[in-house]
Nanobody, 121 residues
Framework: QVQLVESGGGLVQPGGSLRLSCAAA????????MSWYRQAPGKERNLVAR????????NYADSVKGRFTIARDNVKNTVYLQMNSLKPEDTAVYYC??????????????WGQGTQVTVSS
């Protein structure tokens, strides 16, 4: 019923760009905060970027500030992650997350299956 489907991952050279998309269905998308997380092999899953319901406020991990941009389209029920100036250390599986509310114990917390991003020459 609830679906979060990531797409847009792949292999890119250092300095290149990719745009990830996450298509959502089965819940009231506009009421949820949306986030992108990533996890490299053998490491913990970390927050990359978060966007509030209105799209007017965003947060980024220090490691991606100035290079990545998160955006959402509440009509298309889709959240995006534009990744520029990619580095080998950006290599990871990227996951889409939907949470309501964004504070305290969440009433709903949904995850996509992930999409692989590999940055290598």
């Amino acid at each position: 019923q609830v679906q979060l489907v990531e797409s847009g991952g792949g292999l890119v050279q250092p300095g290149g760009s990719l745009r990830l998309s996450c298509a959502a269905a089965g819940f009231t998308f506009s009421s949820f905060a949306m986030s992108w997380y990533r996890q490299a092999p053998g490491k913990e899953r970390n927050l990359v970027a978060r966007i509030r319901t209105s799209g007017g406020s965003t947060n980024y991990a220090d490691s991606v500030k100035g290079r990545f941009t998160i955006a959402r389209d509440n009509v298309k029920n889709t959240v995006y992650l534009q990744m520029n100036s990619l580095k080998p250390e950006d290599t990871a599986v990227y996951y889409c997350n939907a949470r309501y509310p964004s504070w305290g114990i969440p009433q709903a917390d949904y995850w996509g299956q992930g999409t692989q991003v590999t940055v290598s020459s």
